[in-house]
């Protein structure tokens, strides 16, 4: 292990790494636009976009995906490394294609995207091997550091996580891919073993109601049986609620340049936060001042 890594805190990120395929217009679209515009590729999947938020606030990700041996993939490889990711645990299969995600922006916002996890939905309970079979855990001797989760995974799968004894002990933080896969996240109200990060539309519909604030969800989300529930609302208040109560602060004022990812930041944010040992308000207050910083178009450490 070299200097720069030795005392940075490992945290897994288990989910989607995959490429996306960005299409920008600067006019605004709709359904059957066809325009100029630039077409991007960059590494993302929830769980990349986590890990490397979290390594900007100087933790050592390391994930747990599916990566194909294809090109796709050993490029990825390459652009993990490159980004501070580590990969030494990551599933690798010759039978499987690196996923991807395709998503057309206007200048209207978010068009239409497609996410093609099926690799990872493929490869199953294998990306969880390390964490089972060793090295990293066992049923006998569960991991007890922090994992960050996304809804990627089947709810099949995630179902087995929310009872899996090898995970028993981590400090597991949840988050969903997409508003389309939120429902996947019901297995951990079911069981309170996660905390889960989402905003206001998510948890609306996890507990299949319409919320008017992030604290009537926080507190809706707890009562339905999860351990911890943070829940954004853009530049509304944002709340942290568990067993003790529901704590409820706002985000800073800031010109907003930038939104996607702003969930994610927030998420890596509060994470370091509190793995550096902040209490709860004080994390909840470091973690809005990094999601401002994010929209408003720096890249906050
Ligand atoms: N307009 C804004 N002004 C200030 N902060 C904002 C704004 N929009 C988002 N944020 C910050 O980012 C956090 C997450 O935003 P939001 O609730 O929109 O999450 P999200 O929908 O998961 O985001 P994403 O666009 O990444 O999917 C907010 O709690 C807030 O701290
Ligand atoms: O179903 C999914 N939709 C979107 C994402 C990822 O979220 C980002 C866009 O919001 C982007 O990086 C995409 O890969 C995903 O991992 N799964």
Not at 131 to 141: K, Q, V
Not at 222 to 247: E, Y
Request: aromatic residues 4%.
């Amino acid at each position: 292990m070299d200097q720069s890594t030795e005392n940075k805190q490992e945290i897994l990120c288990i989910g989607s790494v995959l490429w996306d395929v960005v299409g920008r217009a600067t006019i605004a679209m709709r359904a059957g636009s066809d325009v100029p515009g630039r077409i991007q590729r960059i590494p993302g999947g929830v769980a990349m976009n986590i890990a490397m938020a979290l390594g900007r606030f100087g933790l050592q990700p390391s994930a747990l995906t599916a990566i194909g041996i294809d090109p796709e993939g050993e490029e990825l490889m390459a652009a993990c490394t490159r980004l501070g990711v580590d990969t030494t645990h990551a599933y690798r299969s010759p039978d499987l294609p690196t996923d991807q995600y395709m998503a057309i922006e206007g200048a209207n916002g978010l068009i239409a995207a497609i996410a093609d996890a099926h690799s990872l939905e493929a490869a199953g309970a294998r990306i969880l091997s390390p964490l089972r079979d060793g090295p990293l855990g066992t049923s006998e001797a569960p991991y007890e550091g922090t994992i960050a989760l996304d809804g990627n995974l089947t709810h099949a799968l995630l179902e087995e996580i929310a009872t899996d004894p090898a995970f028993a002990r981590a400090d597991l933080r949840v988050a969903p891919a997409s508003p389309g896969k939120a429902e996947r996240l019901l297995p951990f109200l079911r069981h309170g073993r996660a905390t889960l990060y989402v905003n206001l539309e998510e948890a609306g519909l996890l507990c299949q109601q319409i919320f008017d604030t992030s604290e009537e969800a926080a507190s809706a989300l707890v009562a339905r049986g999860a351990k911890r529930a943070l829940v954004t609302n853009g530049a509304n208040p944002c709340s942290d609620g568990n067993a003790d109560g529901v704590i409820t602060a706002a985000p800073p004022e800031v010109l907003v340049t930038r939104i996607t990812g702003a969930g994610d930041t927030f998420m890596a944010a509060h994470m370091a936060a509190e793995i550096s040992g902040m209490a709860r308000g004080a994390a909840l207050t470091r973690a809005l001042e990094a999601a401002a910083i994010y929209v408003s178009g720096e890249l906050p450490s």
